[in-house]
């Protein structure tokens, strides 16, 4: 079972870079973040006509949005409001093998790292925080799987300069302190960092400001795949597609893909 995560920065502005990914990959699971799109206007039809029949949405007008894309039948689906603004952030889907995905927007934050000065940001660590309770009622022992945009780069190397950003959004000690919390409630398993050391840099998003983004490298690792204990021992590889930031009309963020032995 091969599951990828993207946050694609408007599904149908990259309709066609999405439905390149999909016949290029052939991933049996598309999770995306940032659709930007109400529910009855998400381009349903090319993607079924890849095989991606089975579709699980939860959209908004021009903001946020995510949804999960499958060429397998969901036994379940549902949305959790982890946000208090009312974004649409979230989407599961329960696979027939009994695999729960979870595919996550969380907020960015915004750009000052002060919630009582940024109700943005302020915002973004409650979430991280409904994040943590949600999942510390769960069962490790259950096969679930988290996917998304975290909008949070927890590592020193998840960041081109550990010193420089430490006080940039994204990377400060308060939000990668509430990711960790998080990821502790059920002890999940971060897929990347479980086959790349932490020793090592790696990234999933580099800007639109930079004039050339491959050879100035400034990147963060922002996307992220996590699996429970109850599904840990199914993890065999994972792979971050980096090559597509410089496709055509790219987004600013690559995809995660990870393949399951289930």
């Known amino acids: 079972m091969r599951i990828a995560t993207w946050n694609v920065n ?36 090319p993607l079924k006509k890849l095989g991606y029949v089975h579709q699980a949405i939860h959209g908004q007008k021009a903001y946020h949005g995510v949804a999960i894309l499958s060429r397998l039948p969901f036994k379940k689906t549902g949305s959790q409001d982890f946000c208090r603004e009312g974004h649409a952030r ?20 915004g750009d000052i790292p002060d919630p009582q000065k940024n109700a943005k940001f302020a915002h973004k660590l409650h979430f991280l925080q409904g994040m943590e309770k949600f999942f510390a009622r769960k069962s490790k022992g259950d096969p679930l799987m988290l ?47 479980h ?3 932490a020793t090592e840099k790696i990234y999933s998003w580099w800007s639109y400001r930079a004039a050339d983004w491959e050879a100035s490298d400034r990147g963060r ?7 429970s204990p109850g599904l840990k021992g199914a993890l065999k590889s994972q792979t971050i597609l980096k090559k597509m930031r410089g496709w055509q009309k790219a987004s600013d963020h690559v995809p995660v893909m990870v393949e399951l032995d289930v």
């Open 221 to 227: 690792r922002l996307d992220h795949a996590w699996l």
């Open 147 to 193: 996917v998304g945009d975290l909008n949070v780069a927890p590592l020193e190397h998840d960041v081109w300069s550990h010193k420089q950003l430490l006080d940039v959004v994204s990377h400060t000690p308060v939000e990668t302190k509430l990711l960790g919390e998080a990821q502790a409630a059920l002890d999940w398993t971060d897929a990347t960092r």
């Open 90 to 109: 979230h989407m599961s889907v329960t696979f027939e093998n009994g695999v729960e995905l979870h595919d996550f927007y969380v907020p960015a934050g």
């Open 195 to 197: 086959f790349i050391p």
């Open 10 to 45: 408007s599904v149908r502005h990259r309709i066609g870079l999405v439905t390149r990914f999909l016949r290029d990959q052939q991933p049996d699971v598309l999770a995306l973040q940032e659709t930007k799109v109400v529910n009855e206007l998400f381009p349903s039809e």
